[in-house]
Each structure stands twice: as structure tokens, then as C-alpha cells.
């Protein structure tokens, strides 16, 4: 459903969303002037189309798990990468914009090494996006993806992990990511599952331990 509410009054409980319509991008861009940098709300940006979401402790545990595995896989491997979080990625002229749950560059990080700044006229668009869809989105989150052009997408329902990848100007279910080709990351939810009641360093050290049992 869509709804029409004043931004100035707008509060989005946790693990609601507010679809707004009718948004100019200019009034997007002032919106995320007016939200702020430090907030735990996430936005998405579709030719008009304006949702506001606030996580729920669930999201916010899965999200940072998987993000931290991301990067013990990467450091296991001894891959160089960069990780930009929730980063507002928008790009007028094709009227799209979002936040990602985490992000990260593999494959262009030489090129956005230590950046603070980005211009997606100029910069490449993440490698990977991670998305954590615990509710069901008001605003489907794909179309705005490939228009940003970001590579390939986790997405994780609070169950399965699913590997997305962008052909032809549309994402594909693929069996193995571009990441990490070596690796069945689908394994990943059960890993986490397991050594959730473990606590975080358990977990660490496990993902750790089952990238190099692979390796051999």
C-alpha cells in the first residue's frame, strides 16, 4: 500500500515500512539531508517511489554476522577488499537510489582504496551488496540494483542465503559467487546457526576454520 505522509512527521516503528509516492528527486536528496547520516533506518529510491524501513533486532544480527563473515572470508583468503556499510548509492540520471545492508568492493578495490567520497558517474558501483529481507519490502529492491549496476547480490531471508548476479541487465539465481568461486556460501546460514549460541568469536573462528578445511 502506498502512503502519502508529511516527511516532518514521519516515524517508521522497527520492522515497519513507509512507502511514499510522488517523490521528486530533489526532495529525495533533502529527505536524506533531513534523516541524517546517524540513523538506523534504510531508504530505497525508485523514479518516485520512497521507502523508509526500520530494522528489527533480527535484521540487525544477520546483517552483521554475514557482513563479519564476508570479511573473515576474505582475510582467510587473503583477498584485499573494502567495506562501505549502509552507503547511500543514488544516481539522478537514472532516478535510483538505496542503501544496502553492507557492501564491498573485491574486484574494483584498487580502484576505490581509502575513498571517502563517491560519484557513481566515475566510480564503480559496489562488486556486492548484501541484503537482509527478514519483512517482505514494500519497494522491490532488484530494478534499482541493476540500474546502479552492482555486480552481484546476497540475499538472505532468515533462512536461505541466495546468490544473485546481474546478466543482461537483470539478476540471476547463480550456484557460486564471483566472490568467492571456491565456496558453497549457502553453507553460510547453517554455520551461523550453529555457533549463533556460541557467541561472535566462536563463530569467527569457526567460518575461519571451514574456509580453510576447503583449501585443504
Avoid at 25 to 32: C, G, H, M, P, Q
Avoid at 123 to 141: H, M, Q
Avoid at 197 to 215: D, E, F, T, Y
Wanted: proline share 7%.
Amino acid at each position: 500500500m502506498v502512503v502519502k505522509i508529511p516527511i516532518q512527521r514521519l516515524q517508521v516503528p522497527p520492522g515497519q515500512r513507509v512507502l511514499l509516492q510522488d517523490v521528486s528527486w530533489e526532495e529525495f536528496v533533502a529527505i536524506l539531508q533531513d534523516l541524517g547520516e546517524h540513523r538506523v533506518t534504510r531508504i530505497a529510491y525508485d523514479d518516485g517511489l520512497l521507502e523508509i524501513m526500520s530494522p528489527l533486532p533480527e535484521h540487525e544480527y544477520f546483517k552483521q554476522a554475514l557482513s563479519i563473515a564476508i570479511e573473515d572470508i576474505a582475510e582467510t583468503l587473503e583477498l584485499n577488499y573494502e567495506s562501505y556499510g549502509s552507503t547511500t548509492w543514488r544516481q539522478q540520471a537514472k532516478q535510483a537510489g538505496l542503501e544496502p545492508d553492507n557492501c564491498f568492493y573485491f574486484q574494483n578495490e584498487a580502484r576505490v582504496k581509502g575513498k571517502l567520497q563517491f560519484d557513481l558517474n566515475q566510480d564503480p558501483p559496489p562488486d556486492l551488496a548484501l541484503e537482509i529481507d527478514i519483512t517482505s519490502p514494500s519497494l522491490e529492491r532488484f530494478p534499482i540494483y541493476a540500474r546502479l549496476g552492482v555486480p552481484e547480490l546476497w540475499c538472505y531471508n532468515g533462512e536461505v542465503l541466495k546468490i544473485y548476479q546481474l546478466q543482461d541487465g537483470q539478476y540471476l539465481e547463480v550456484a557460486q559467487s564471483s566472490i568467492f568461486p571456491q565456496l558453497n556460501i549457502s553453507q553460510l546460514p547453517e554455520l551461523i546457526e550453529t555457533y549463533r549460541p556460541a557467541g561472535r568469536l566462536a563463530l569467527r573462528k569457526a567460518v575461519r576454520a571451514w574456509v580453510k578445511s576447503i583449501l585443504g
